[in-house]
């Protein structure tokens, strides 16, 4: 079986005597994208939370990379795991070049570093630092904004990739160019990826497997033919 790179292990998380996730019990193994698929409401955003631990959890235990959250310094943790959300949660009064650097920097890679890796993350997203590494956010289209989101998740090589819905905002089309190029991107560069979504499109053609939320638990995980067939009703009301 493949290593393990996160773990659910019996976790809860809850909010003024509510349950919001729970408990839960998976594992997200090396090198594969886990699709969490659901409603708003459902506990996806809180499960990628408490995996980079802006949460901690009251109940059971979240490992990643054999170590528990509770265990972590939460700052190397966060360094070490890529996260793209919406719109590419960019900086605005910083360049693409320095938006797609930040922590190359604060992990105090040398100048000129930095700027090199820069350019070889924009040319990876189609983005050639010679036609936009000096623009500002503001100068870019949503989908431009989103791929430099996804260059700075990438820049200082994290093994692990969140993705908080990033794709939502856009247009159709946009959105299944953006779709079809990151799955080649994450299948080629080898990154282990947790990808929240409530597209069931979606989540067919990214996920290696898909485990469906409801009310704060695991209602179905399995690849993506199994959730095809599945006779589950909360896969098919899906």
């Given at each position: 079986m493949a290593d393990a790179a996160i773990e659910f292990r019996d976790t809860r998380y809850g909010l003024n005597g509510r349950v919001i996730l729970g408990p839960v019990s998976l594992t997200v193994f090396r090198g594969e994208t886990l699709v969490l698929l659901g409603k708003s409401g459902s506990g996806k955003t809180t499960a990628l939370r408490l995996i980079n631990r802006l949460l901690l959890p009251p109940g059971g235990d979240v490992v990643v990379s054999g170590r528990s959250t509770r265990e972590w310094d939460p700052v190397r943790l966060r360094r070490g795991i890529g996260y793209v959300i919406q719109e590419g949660g960019l900086i605005p009064h910083m360049t693409v070049e320095r938006n797609v650097g930040l922590v190359p920097r604060l992990e105090g890679w040398p100048k000129e570093q930095v700027r090199v890796r820069a350019t070889e993350l924009l040319a990876l997203v189609?983005?050639?630092?010679?036609?936009?590494?000096?623009?500002?956010?503001?100068?870019?289209?949503?989908?431009?904004?989103?791929?430099?989101?996804?260059?700075?998740?990438?820049?200082?090589?994290?093994?692990?990739?969140?993705?908080?819905?990033?794709?939502?905002?856009?247009?159709?089309?946009?959105?299944?160019?953006?779709?079809?190029?990151?799955?080649?991107?994450?299948?080629?560069?080898?990154?282990?990826?947790?990808?929240?979504?409530?597209?069931?499109?979606?989540?067919?053609?990214?996920?290696?497997?898909?485990?469906?939320?409801?009310?704060?638990?695991?209602?179905?995980?399995?690849?993506?033919?199994?959730f095809q067939a599945s006779p589950d009703p909360h896969v098919t009301a899906l």
């Amino acid at each position: 079986m493949a290593d393990a790179a996160i773990e659910f292990r019996d976790t809860r998380y809850g909010l003024n005597g509510r349950v919001i996730l729970g408990p839960v019990s998976l594992t997200v193994f090396r090198g594969e994208t886990l699709v969490l698929l659901g409603k708003s409401g459902s506990g996806k955003t809180t499960a990628l939370r408490l995996i980079n631990r802006l949460l901690l959890p009251p109940g059971g235990d979240v490992v990643v990379s054999g170590r528990s959250t509770r265990e972590w310094d939460p700052v190397r943790l966060r360094r070490g795991i890529g996260y793209v959300i919406q719109e590419g949660g960019l900086i605005p009064h910083m360049t693409v070049e320095r938006n797609v650097g930040l922590v190359p920097r604060l992990e105090g890679w040398p100048k000129e570093q930095v700027r090199v890796r820069a350019t070889e993350l924009l040319a990876l997203v189609g983005l050639p630092a010679e036609e936009y590494a000096r623009r500002l956010p503001h100068e870019l289209s949503g989908g431009q904004r989103q791929r430099v989101g996804v260059a700075r998740a990438l820049a200082a090589d994290p093994p692990i990739l969140l993705c908080d819905e990033p794709f939502g905002a856009l247009d159709p089309m946009m959105r299944s160019e953006l779709q079809t190029e990151f799955g080649a991107l994450v299948r080629r560069l080898s990154k282990t990826v947790v990808f929240v979504t409530h597209d069931v499109r979606e989540a067919m053609l990214l996920g290696t497997r898909i485990a469906v939320l409801e009310g704060g638990e695991v209602r179905f995980i399995g690849a993506v033919d199994a959730f095809q067939a599945s006779p589950d009703p909360h896969v098919t009301a899906l």
